[in-house]
């Protein structure tokens, strides 16, 4: 199963590297050097890799220089996992283990995780409620718990957050 861990940006410099926003919790392991990722249609191999000002610095052994490097402006990356792996972390999940989890408030079903946004600013959980789908910020105060076993993922009962309707009025 393909996940996707980056999404590339610019070209840095004249030698290849390209700007990599992570959209994994182990850009560590997945942009180590000698590892490999999926790019359109073919692999990269990563000869270097660094953090910088909130993303990487990733050079590929198939780019060798910025002109190579343009090309891939935008373009998404991806790795095979086995689907029963799991993030190292007891905090982070894959997209696919989220999807299609039911959604609880106060213990009451109240619909599905249809998709996981990744956003600048923090992932979302879009989910169906009501026949509606709205988009909750995929943050600890929101989504307290995330039960793979039980199928299930408790959202805050918060005025406005599943139903616009009941959100109070600012003045």
């Known amino acids: 199963m393909r996940v996707v861990v980056g999404r590339i940006g610019r070209a840095h410099g004249i030698r290849g590297d390209l700007s990599v926003d992570p959209r994994t919790d182990e850009p560590e392991r997945r942009f180590a050097v000698g590892s490999s990722v999926l790019c359109r249609d073919g692999e990269l191999t990563i000869t ?16 060798p220089d910025r002109t190579a490097a343009e090309r891939f402006h935008g373009a998404v990356l991806e790795v095979e996992v086995d689907p029963d792996e799991v993030p190292e972390d007891d905090d982070a999940f894959y997209d696919h283990q989220l999807v299609g989890l039911t959604v609880t408030v106060g213990g009451t079903s109240r619909g599905r995780v249809l998709d996981v946004m990744h956003l600048p600013a923090h992932d979302s959980l879009l989910v169906e409620v009501d026949g509606r789908r709205v988009q909750v910020p995929f943050v600890e105060a929101l989504v307290p718990e995330v039960d793979l076993e039980a199928g299930t993922v408790t959202i805050e009962d918060r005025p406005g957050l599943l139903n616009p309707e009941e959100a109070d009025e600012v003045r």
């Open 48 to 63: 270097s890799s660094r953090p910088h000002s909130g993303k990487w610095l990733v050079h590929f052994a198939e780019v």
